[in-house]
């Protein structure tokens, strides 16, 4: 028999014009809930895809579904007949391409309001994108998560009493903002570094190689990164040289001479030849695939991810047997969840780090959740070691491990405590939370915490109601095929940084933004929320396991349908220059592009939009990261703290208008819960 999903008995409504509603109807079914979908739009091998366990509803149907809804999630233009069916339903969701006034818009204009496009590509060549309508992926998701936390926050009375609106311009600004801090604090410029990351992100190498039969991604983010990668060449004599050892003037100041010393060994290689390198030595290594390549995949394929449908093989349920176990007997003494506001009483236990992971403990901190991050005193979370940041350009004075503003963003509103997990005192010590909390967040390789005597069962053991998340990278089992899940790792793999460049050249890929980790993240947030409803209805805990690869495959649906030739009605893009930057536009078939660019070669681009947008074309002046704090952007954006090392600081709200949710603090000093309980006690 199916095990009941997390939602099971709840019933939505989805109202698509978009591939985002849609997606999210799909994520929403298969967490269980009874969903009637809508679709105002043409019908295609991937909207069936996404529709294939709703209820397709007709409009005779629909004022009756919409009556017995528990929510519903709407994507339709504004004026659009069915809204009318809409109104007054409770909690609703809206999700709009941008809560700004303006024109026609679509994912790339979206892409390029928001900053994405500015940091794809080469630095004197047109901007690039993320291809294949992911960011109306991402929009869903972004929606279905809304959509559970409203519905969590209406149990325990708390709201939300309009609608909710998501928009995707500031869902992308999100996400590209959140990256830019890693490089902003070090004084990198985020920018366009072409198949390297600006600056290598700090630590030399992070950037796209050619190998003997195509390309690799190559990354260092520690010293025993790069160590063992030279190991793997044989540790050459020039590796001894002190200058081949401060890696982070390798990436920042002379990238392209220790280029010149590795690829002509990278070129007698082949993918297949890096990988058993890698897998051996153990450092960051990842083919960079063809979407039909990544369709082959072994894991994805003994994880039975793929689904066929209609002769195509697409991914399949996130949520299954493999990624979701609930706890079989509710829990008797299950703390019950009192009226507030928003998640007051709820104790969360963050045991992740880097970005995917701790993205979603900041969720539940901004919605009030009492979130504390554990981490081991040997190995703190590497966002904090980056060095000693720069503020106004000019270092600032403190504890380096305490001033990173990119952690500030990732690990805001929550405590700290520095627990080594490896001994028994502090294993002891981790039971103990974990007994008087609701939620454990990890992000550990699979079977590393059931070795310590802290895996799901020891946990459920001392706390039967206990809901455990544990982020994969990209399997959900121990197994030998071990490698770190750096972002652009996971994006090579999956296929889509072969996507990315210039017509008849090599991949340049996105290595400056790693939209694998905030993609997982949400995702995340959206089962830990699921699950979060389903304990609060039944007492019952879980363990829920997510693959960072498979969400990011499931977003990227549309380009495996094209690399098995589906018939799809997509539209075409252009980058269009002009006399002050670029403009990015989403076409028909039938418009002379040529024609329009030529016309915009001396005109502003500002001139170009207006023009578009009068004759109902989506687009938007490409622009940089650097916007988002001109009052357009940042009231909608940004919240201010104070830390009290680092001082006063912006950090980026979750794009969610409607519920109750925003930066409530900074991130915590080390250690400063375990120590205020010690002083207590």
């Known amino acids: 028999m199916e095990e009941r999903g997390p939602l099971d008995g709840l019933q939505i409504v989805a109202l698509c014009a978009t591939r985002a509603a849609l997606y999210a109807a799909s994520l929403l079914r298969d967490l269980g809930a009874g969903v009637g979908v809508v679709t105002a739009m043409p019908r295609d091998a991937v909207t069936e895809h996404l529709a294939r366990r709703c209820l397709r509803l007709d409009e005779d149907a629909l004022p009756a579904a919409v009556r017995a809804a528990d929510a519903l999630v709407v994507d339709l233009p504004e004026g659009h007949p069915l809204l009318g069916a809409a109104s007054g339903a409770s909690p609703l969701v809206r999700l709009r391409w941008s809560r700004e006034a303006g024109g026609p818009a679509s994912d790339l204009s979206c892409q390029a309001a928001a900053g994405v496009c500015d940091v794809i590509g080469e630095p004197e060549r047109e901007p690039l994108f993320l291809p294949h309508r992911v960011g109306e992926f991402y929009l869903g998701v972004h929606g279905a998560a809304a959509l559970v936390a409203a519905l969590l926050l209406r149990a325990q009375r708390a709201g939300p009493d309009g609608a909710v609106e998501v928009a995707l311009d500031e869902a992308w600004a999100h996400a590209v903002g959140s990256n830019a801090m890693l490089y902003e604090s070090q004084g990198i410029p985020y920018t366009r570094a072409g198949r390297r990351a600006p600056g290598c992100g700090g630590p030399y190498p992070y950037a796209l190689y050619p190998v003997r039969d195509g390309e690799v991604c190559l990354i260092a983010r520690a010293s025993r990164d790069f160590r063992n990668f030279v190991a793997a060449m044989g540790n ?61 995949d072994r894991l994805l394929k003994e994880q039975r991810f793929w689904l066929d449908d209609g002769g ?58 009492e979130v504390i991050k ?97 982020m994969r990278g990209a399997a959900l089992e121990e197994t030998a095929l071990k490698m770190p899940s750096y972002a652009p790792v996971t994006s090579s793999l999956a296929g889509l940084e072969q996507q990315i460049g210039y017509p008849g050249e090599d991949p340049t890929g996105a290595m400056a933004f790693g939209f694998s980790d905030p993609n997982a993240g949400m995702h995340g947030a959206l ?87 009068a004759q109902g074309i989506a687009c938007a002046a490409v622009e940089p990261v650097a916007a988002h704090v001109e009052p357009r952007w940042a009231e909608r954006l940004l919240d201010e703290v104070v830390h009290p090392q680092y001082g006063a600081e912006q950090l980026y709200r979750f794009p969610w208008h409607g519920i109750p949710l925003h930066v409530r603090a900074s991130a915590p000093l080390l250690g400063e819960y375990r120590a205020a309980t010690s002083a207590k006690s």
């Open 236 to 296: 050459p004599a020039w590796a001894a040289q002190p200058r081949y050892r401060d890696l982070r003037a390798m990436g920042r100041e002379y990238p392209d001479e220790v280029d010149a010393l590795i690829v002509p060994w990278l070129a007698q290689r082949t993918r297949d030849d890096l990988g058993r390198l890698a897998r051996e030595f153990s450092f960051p290594c990842a083919p960079v695939r063809t979407p039909s390549e990544a369709l082959e």
């Open 312 to 369: 195509l093989r697409l991914p399949g349920p996130l949520v299954r047997e493999q990624t979701w176990r609930t706890s079989a007997v509710a829990a008797k003494a299950a703390r019950r969840k009192g009226a507030a506001p928003d998640l007051r009483g709820w104790r969360i236990l963050d045991l992740s780090w880097v970005w995917a992971g701790p993205m979603i403990g900041a969720l539940l901190a901004d919605l009030g959740a």
């Open 374 to 470: 554990i981490e081991h005193p040997d190995r703190l979370d590497n966002t904090r070691l980056r060095g000693r940041p720069l503020k106004n350009g000019t270092p600032v004075a403190g504890d380096p491990r305490e001033l990173d503003p990119y952690f500030h963003n990732l690990n805001r509103g929550k405590r700290s405590a520095v627990i080594d997990i490896k001994s028994e005192s502090g294993r002891a010590e981790l039971l103990r939370l974990v007994a008087a909390s609701d939620v454990v967040l990890e992000s550990f390789s699979p079977g590393v915490l059931t070795r310590l005597g802290l895996g799901y069962e020891d946990l459920r053991a001392v706390n039967p109601a206990i809901i455990v998340f544990s």
């Open 527 to 613: 089962f830990v929320l699921a699950a979060m409803v389903a304990r609060g209805r039944s007492g019952c805990g879980a363990w829920v396991r997510l693959s960072q690869l498979e969400t990011l495959c499931a977003v990227l649906t549309e380009m495996y349908a094209v690399a098995q030739h589906a018939p799809l009605d997509a539209p075409g893009a252009a980058m269009i220059a002009t006399t002050t930057g670029y403009v990015a536009a989403t076409f028909a078939g039938t418009t002379e592009v040529r024609e329009l660019e030529a016309w915009a070669a001396g005109r502003t681009a500002a001139e170009v939009v207006a023009r578009l947008r």
